[in-house]
Each structure stands twice: as C-alpha cells, then as structure tokens.
C-alpha cells in the first residue's frame, strides 16, 4: 500500500511560512487507524489495505459491523469446520469510516494502527472526499454558462440556459443529444484534489495542514494518500 490514511476535514485557516507569506490551509484530523483487513493476490486477487477510522460506539453499530471487527458467538460460528482457517479480526471497536487502499500492505497485519507519522517526508497528496451539496442549480452556477445578454432584446431570462432544440444546438436529429448541460442536481459527488503541498505533519495532536482547499464541508470524512504526480 502506498502511503495513506483516513480522516476528518477540520476546517481552514493560515499559517506562515519561512518566508513571511500567509498560506492558506486545510486542516484534517488523520488517524489514528485501525487495519481491518488484508487483501492478498493468493486470497483476493487483488492487493489492498483496509482502514477504519473513528470508533462508533457499539451501541449505534448492528451486528455485521460489530462482528466484522471483532468475533461473535452464533451458532454459525460453532458450525465452522474444524479444518478451516478462522479470519482474523482486528479486536477494536467498530468504524465509522471504512475504506481500502490499494497496493502491497508490506509490514501491515490485521490489528495494527496507522498514525499520522506515517505521512511524514511526504512532500504532496492527493484528498479524495464527497463535494459540498447545492441542491437544484441552473446552469450559471452548474456550468459556468456566462448567461444571456444584459441589454436590449433579452426581458427577465439573464440566467436562463437559451434554446435546447436540436437547431439550437446545431446538431441535428430531432432530440436531445445525451450529455446536454442543463439545470440540476449539483454536489455531492466524489472529487479528489491532487498534488496538494502537505505544509506540516502535527504527529502530537494527529493533523495534517494541507495547503488548499479540499472537497466537503467541516466535518467531511476524506482519504489521504501520497500522490504520485509531480
């Protein structure tokens, strides 16, 4: 697995660099993370390594999350042939945030915990979170469209989309091609920011300060891995 780990986007603020200049940032509480799982070529057929992040109390968690961590007493499980391998869990509470990351887990097994030293020497980083939700947006605000013309000729329609037809798209075929940008539902979407400078690793209390911004609002979980684009 490439270097990576899950987190929680705190909110905005500055700091200053060598230099004097005012920097913006993205603060992100990263870590700590508990392995979950292990996916292996032999097994799987692929390789990853699964994290969670933030314990859920097991009050609020049903029993496949429960049980997925750590072992239950059923009755299938004393079912269980005695000639097969029981999984291995990792014993911790169970997650609020569960993801896989790719690649060779290397040194990792189930039950070990990731922190956020794990990040340090890294230079830049990919964020992956849910974009902020807008609702029903026109076209101005979803597309960019620069709107229709603000002087004579044009009454109350400044921000409407214009014609839609297929004359008025110049395309031709007596329907709406797909693909067409209209009015509609805008945001939360799945949107990674990449190549943004980790600024610092805070290893005590378990943030990264990120330079720029990241996808979602205060409080948005997001995946953190160390880009490969330079």
Do not use: W
């Amino acid at each position: 697995m490439g270097k990576g780990i899950l987190g929680r986007k705190v909110g905005m603020t500055q700091v200053f660099d060598e230099k004097g200049n005012a920097v913006p940032v993205t603060v992100v509480q990263a870590g700590p993370c508990k392995v979950l799982q292990v996916r292996t070529l032999e097994k799987d057929k692929y390789e990853a390594v699964q994290l969670g992040f933030l314990d859920k109390p097991r009050r609020l968690a049903n029993r496949s999350e429960s049980g997925h961590v750590a072992d239950i007493k059923s009755k299938r499980s004393k079912r269980r042939p005695a000639n097969s391998e029981a999984v291995s869990k990792a014993g911790c509470e169970p997650q609020r945030f569960v993801r896989e990351l790719r690649g060779p887990a290397g040194d990792l097994v189930v039950g070990a915990e990731i922190t956020v030293a794990a990040m340090e020497g890294i230079k830049a980083v990919d964020v992956t979170g849910i974009s902020k939700g807008r609702g029903f947006a026109g076209v101005m605000k979803r597309h960019n469209f620069g709107g229709q013309r603000a002087t004579h000729g044009v009454k109350k329609t400044h921000r409407e989309m214009g014609g839609t037809g297929a004359l008025a798209s110049n395309r031709g075929g007596g329907r709406m091609k797909k693909g067409k940008k209209m009015p509609g539902h805008f945001g939360t979407d799945q949107v990674t920011t990449r190549n943004l400078k980790l600024v610092k690793v805070d290893t005590k209390n378990n943030l990264l300060l990120v330079a720029g911004a990241v996808p979602g609002p205060p409080g948005a979980y997001v995946i953190i891995r160390a880009t490969n684009k330079f």
